[in-house]
């Protein structure tokens, strides 16, 4: 057997003097307005034990898929990308066939908009959007869900309107740590967590709580949860850097993670499920 392996299967990267990022914005996110690059994280993920990562979208423009698969293609420590096309396009399913064809077309894994700035909560059931997850699930790519409590149940019922899409909860669907409630939040990602097709990541947690004092012990009662509702096989750990960096450093929020799972879950929440999910 090989030596174990870490998947990072949740990070940023962006470059301010290509394209603004215009959701940093005001005093709590401006240390975020400056450059992160592949450069700047391969060491700290090294660093970590991180071996492979999932580079995830940031903003709803056309050009910044291709310019992350181009990324993926010229640095080996990416091994899959999460990107954004519209998916009220009719002619989406052209459009996910076109990413594929790409240079680094192939690290296409899955698709993810802001559905946290949608007013409706239950934009992901609208028809148009409806027709685009179809064709995201007939790409064979799944779908990453960046959702606030509130809009949790509508991604139980795309859950079950679409069978065959694997979709996967971004940090926990963002429960409130930092207030340290737990209701609504924890009975509905119990409902999607009882569904076959949804997956969770360990994710986003530092960011959640108070970004200055939290503890691994704030975390601990969100993060069993997740793990007793999805179980090992269906939970993945992701960094959220460098958003994550504004609570923790990226060293940090891995020994988080490694303090809130078990030796036993660790090797799958820490590598298999996201290596299976993601195809990696």
């Not at 019922?157 to 979709?167: E, I, N, Q, R, Y």
Request: net charge negative; aromatic share 6%.
């Amino acid at each position: 057997m090989g030596a174990a392996v870490t998947v990072d299967a949740h990070h940023h990267v962006w470059d301010l003097s290509v394209r603004d990022q215009d959701w940093i914005t005001g005093d709590e996110l401006r240390p975020l307005r400056r450059n992160f690059t592949v450069t700047d994280l391969e060491p700290e993920a090294r660093a970590a034990g991180v071996d492979r990562t999932v580079l995830v979208q940031t903003i709803t423009v056309p050009e910044e898929t291709p310019e992350f698969l181009a990324l993926a293609a010229e640095h080996e420590l990416i091994a899959g990308v999460v990107g954004w096309t519209d998916l009220t396009s009719p002619g989406v399913a052209d459009e996910l066939a076109r990413l594929r064809e790409l240079p680094g077309g192939g690290y296409l894994k899955g698709i993810r908009h802001q559905v946290q700035g949608e007013s409706d909560p239950e934009w992901l059931l609208r028809p148009d959007v409806r027709r685009g997850l179809a064709a995201v699930a007939d790409a064979g790519l799944v779908y990453d869900l960046v959702v606030l409590p509130q809009q949790l149940p509508a991604c139980a019922k795309a859950a079950v309107d679409h069978p065959g899409l694997t979709l996967v909860l971004d940090h926990l669907g963002k429960p409130p740590i930092a207030a340290g409630e737990r209701e609504p939040w924890a009975s509905a990602v119990r409902t999607l967590a009882a569904l076959p097709n949804t997956v969770c990541k360990l994710s986003g947690m530092v960011t959640e709580a108070d970004p200055g004092s939290w503890t691994v012990d704030d975390l601990r009662p969100y993060a069993d949860i997740v793990l007793e509702a999805f179980g090992p096989d269906r939970l993945m750990f992701g960094s959220d850097w460098p958003v994550c960096t504004l609570a923790a450093t990226y060293g940090e929020v891995m020994e988080t993670a490694r303090q809130l799972t078990d030796a036993a879950d660790r090797a799958r929440i820490l590598e298999s499920t996201a290596t299976r999910v993601y195809d990696l």
